[in-house]
């Protein structure tokens, strides 16, 4: 079992940016569903952005959308969720969750093969 691995997250003024980091020693992204989700304290876990296997289509949840990016590098040995524009109410702990590989194109599936253990962003007003 792959144990995913997020970086990157912090302290952070509300109108601030931080880049979330999503890896694992050896483990290649090509041909997975990729997600990040977010669990405030007192609330359900959140589907924040995913980035489908083929890597060509995106979502984000209507609250992030214009100030969240998810993205992998060219290698897709890491993925990123860029957070802009940042509001206390994203406060969470986040995490990443990778699906695969699949032999065809999937976005946000129900279940995950592989999860992190979560970065604490923590938006100050």
């Known amino acids: 079992e792959v144990q995913l691995v997020e970086s990157g997250g912090g302290l952070v003024q509300t109108g601030g940016s931080l880049r979330l980091s999503c890896a694992a020693p050896?483990?290649?992204?090509?041909?997975?569903?990729i997600g990040w989700y977010r669990q405030a304290p007192g609330k359900e876990r959140e589907g924040v952005s995913c980035?489908?296997?083929?890597?060509?289509?995106?979502y984000y949840t209507d609250s992030v959308k214009g100030r969240f990016t998810i993205s992998t590098d060219n290698a897709k040995n890491t993925v990123f969720l860029q957070m802009d524009s940042l509001k206390p109410e994203d406060t969470a702990v986040y995490y990443c969750?990778?699906?695969?590989?699949?032999?065809?194109?999937?976005?946000?599936?129900?279940?995950?093969?592989?999860y992190g253990r979560g970065t604490q962003v923590t938006v100050s007003s």
């Open positions: 980035i489908s296997s083929t890597g060509v289509s995106t």
């Open positions: 969750a990778a699906e695969g590989p699949l032999d065809h194109d999937s976005i946000c599936p129900d279940f995950y093969d592989a």
């Open positions: 050896g483990f290649n992204f090509a041909n997975y569903a």
